[in-house]
């Protein structure tokens, strides 16, 4: 796998990109034709060989770029050495255990049932994915139980995120279905003995009971998404059992809570809202901005695991980012709002992350020098089991987020016993990272990759990856990225600033 690259942008400029020494360089003009001579004849490189080929420029102008290109030739930066992947394929169950331990979210389905029935809900009628639907609660019984099991984990000497937050988080359904649900773990968690960690909440709701219940979450800190696609048509597929719409009851909450707690609102609240036949990014971006000065999450339909018999249906109300972009009559005033969560931006963070020595992601990548040419990467993009985060659903399943289907659960909690099989798990992932890996031997995808792999068509089966990126791709979406950068010169600053973590 080549590890340089020249690119020209669509500006008509010139780029190094050198994957093993993670760097981009700018090619002077002048750079351009000194490589280009080298490249052709690297025996006879030396200063007089160059003046003889390019005497229509000037000699000491010659000789700055001229010892400029030569640095970069011994320091080996346009040396194509070869990229050798290794792609993994095991995780051993010690370090799922000590993911388990130290993950620092855990979420909670607590409720299946809901007020609402959203047209294209990911547990409604396009997709089959989900357990059946049985209206279930989840015990507290049965969470408490969880939690204490993960208390004498986090209790523990291998808990390694001291002072860290603990993130328990509630979803649904409509997660204030279940209010005494949420009321129990809070009460369990606030006299709970946790010697590391302190634990904060944040919930997902779809707005309709906030003016109920709103003082209770005020007074515990609740980070609050709020579900919302726009203003009244926009929101129109959000409606309520009797088909009655939704919008006027959750508009006329978020105006109190906004008007009461101005502080909470505009530290804790922030909108989620998706994207369909009826809407569009700009219109979202717009109503949000002047009704609430926010700017919400946008997000498309999945188009995984949509049902055969519902397709037609389904691709009737689905609309994409990008068609829905080129509906925009302002594109810099969305650009503008939405800055690095503008669509492609967060695919342009992941590029410069994986192809600039300035990013680190633990103070240990301080300390060593990862400029190597084998490359160790497990299948995908898929975060490792528990890492980021624990979903309990109300059946008692567990399973690594909510996105995943369910019937990929890795554990269970029964009245018995948290039955969590470390080994079952780890030959669970063996065979996932087994049936997808030749595909990502070859990917150049392996840096920037965000594929889940659970998300892949038949992952159990015949997978094949939708984000499978050779050469001639690769390189095209280097040349659209850099361009991209050259025609939008605040983002990089803007990236660099959104990912600064301390």
Not at 258 to 279: A, G, I, R
Not at 361 to 373: G, R, S, V
Not at 381 to 405: D, Q
Request: with cysteine; net charge neutral.
């Amino acid at each position: 796998m080549d590890s340089s690259f020249l690119i020209k942008t669509l500006n008509n400029n010139y780029y190094f990109i050198n994957l093993i020494k993670k760097q981009i360089i700018y090619c002077h003009p002048i750079v351009l034709q000194i490589f280009k001579i080298w490249e052709k004849n690297e025996s006879d490189f030396n200063f007089d060989y160059i003046i003889k080929q390019k005497k229509n420029i000037h000699k000491n102008k010659l000789k700055y770029y001229f010892d400029k290109t030569k640095v970069l030739i011994e320091k080996g930066f346009f040396v194509n050495t070869t990229i050798s992947k290794v792609i993994l394929d095991e995780i051993l169950p010690e370090q799922i255990k000590r993911w388990l331990i130290n993950s620092r979210h855990v979420s909670f389905e607590v409720t299946e049932a809901c007020n609402l029935k959203c047209k294209y809900c990911g547990f409604g009628e396009f997709y089959s994915e989900q357990d059946n639907r049985t209206m279930a609660k989840l015990d507290s019984g049965l969470a408490i139980k969880f939690l204490e099991y993960l208390k004498s984990l986090w209790n523990s000497p291998l808990n390694m995120s001291h002072n860290k937050n603990i993130v328990i988080s509630f979803y649904g359904g409509e997660p204030l279905l279940n209010i005494e649900f949420i009321k129990k773990i809070v009460d369990f968690a606030t006299y709970s003995d946790l010697k590391h960690n302190k634990v904060v909440y944040n919930m997902t709701t779809n707005g309709v009971f906030l003016d109920k219940y709103i003082d209770f979450l005020v007074e515990n800190n609740f980070m609050i998404t709020i579900s919302l696609d726009g203003n009244e048509f926009h929101n129109s597929y959000r409606v309520r059992k009797d088909d009655t719409g939704s919008f006027n009851k959750v508009y006329k909450n978020v105006i109190n809570i906004k008007k009461n707690y101005p502080e909470f609102f505009k530290s804790n609240v922030s909108f989620n809202s998706v994207l369909h036949d009826k809407n569009n990014v700009e219109e979202i971006i717009s109503f949000f901005d002047k009704k609430f000065g926010k700017v919400p999450s946008i997000n498309q339909l999945t188009e995984v695991g949509v049902k055969k018999n519902k397709k037609k249906l389904f691709y009737e109300i689905f609309k994409s980012t990008h068609l829905s972009l080129n509906e925009s009559s302002d594109l810099d005033y969305v650009k503008n709002k939405m800055k690095i969560r503008f669509p492609g931006n967060q695919d342009r963070t992941f590029l410069l992350n994986s192809l600039l020595e300035n990013t680190f992601y633990t103070y240990n990548d301080l300390l060593f020098d990862e400029k190597i040419d084998i490359i160790e990467r497990f299948p995908t993009g898929t975060c490792f089991p528990f890492n980021r985060k624990i979903f309990v659903t109300a059946h008692g399943k567990i399973l690594p987020c909510e996105s995943v289907s369910h019937r990929f659960f890795l554990g269970e909690i029964t009245n018995e016993k948290v039955d969590l099989d470390f080994n079952y798990i780890a030959t669970k992932y063996k065979n996932f990272y087994s049936s997808i890996k030749n595909q990502c031997e070859n990917c150049y995808n392996f840096s920037i990759c965000k594929e889940c792999l659970f998300k892949i068509e038949g992952i159990d089966e015949n997978p094949v990856c939708n984000s499978f990126i050779d050469y001639t791709i690769f390189k095209k979406y280097l040349t659209d990225s850099l361009t991209y950068f050259e025609n939008n010169p605040t983002l990089y600053e803007e990236i660099m600033e959104e990912n600064i973590l301390l």
